[in-house]
């Protein structure tokens, strides 16, 4: 298993800021994804971020309003550029783990929820 | 492209009876599918999963799911339903070769006392 850790927990933040977001996993992990769950909504997956390489992202989500980073095995950011209200949403970080039987299975973090006024 | 459809955004059931939440898949190979429970306000939680063992998985809390092949399904079930049970629930596949995890749009199961 893994056990996921984010900060910060909740923020509140002005219109045209950033924030960065980080997930630190107890253990090394080849795949690490970033989704953002907005109010009464699914997970929307926004990327995939390898360690020593660049982060896929999913259509509609672009490097440069959500640049990540992957510097190792147990940490990655995620930062939310250029904030507007729209942006206001849950986000979590999770972690692709091979486990006995040779079938994987995925770790949540508790989430960071961000409100954008 | 693999994918999940979750085919009621909402499900009311009165609290002892039966629960059937859908969930289909499309998928070119033998796909990884997992059910999430999320409650108000929690986190997610890993229901179950089918990882091409047993065709019919049990979970926690009285849940399983059967993966149908020919109806290309891994419908949720639980013999009787209790108050603890409303939540959000999520279909999730683990997509072949990328390896990413997408989630269904979320079932509502609301149990009535």
């Known amino acids: 298993s893994a056990v996921i850790s984010q900060k910060p927990s909740r923020d509140i933040c002005q219109r045209g800021t950033s924030l960065t977001i980080q997930c630190q996993v107890d253990?090394?992990?080849?795949?690490m994804f970033w989704y953002r769950q907005q109010p009464g909504q699914s997970l929307t997956l926004i990327a995939t971020?390898?360690?020593?390489?660049?982060?896929?992202?999913e259509s509609g989500f672009v490097i440069d309003k959500f640049p990540i980073s992957r510097p190792n095995l147990t940490f990655s950011t995620l930062t939310v550029s250029n904030m507007s209200p729209e942006d206001s949403s849950i986000y979590l970080c999770?972690?692709?783990?091979?486990?006995?039987?040779?079938?994987?299975?995925?770790?949540f973090g508790p989430g960071t929820r961000l409100t954008v006024l | 492209a693999q994918s999940v459809t979750q085919l009621d955004s909402h499900v009311s059931v009165s609290e002892g009876t039966p629960v059937l939440l859908r969930c289909n898949y499309s998928s070119s190979y033998s796909p990884s599918l997992f059910w999430y429970v999320q409650h108000p306000n929690k986190g997610l939680q890993l229901l179950l999963k089918?990882?091409?063992?047993?065709?019919l998985v049990k979970g926690i809390n009285g849940f399983e799911a059967e993966f149908k092949k020919s109806e290309t399904s891994f419908h949720l079930t639980k013999p009787s339903a209790h108050m603890s049970d409303a939540a959000e629930y999520f279909c999730v596949v683990r997509t072949s070769g990328t390896y990413k995890y997408i989630f269904g749009t979320g079932t509502r199961l609301k149990v009535l006392a």
């Open positions: 999770s972690v692709d783990v091979g486990l006995a039987g040779r079938y994987n299975e995925q770790f």
């Open positions: 971020a390898n360690q020593g390489s660049e982060a896929t992202y």
């Open positions: 253990s090394q992990v080849t795949m």
């Open positions: 089918y990882t091409s063992a047993a065709t």
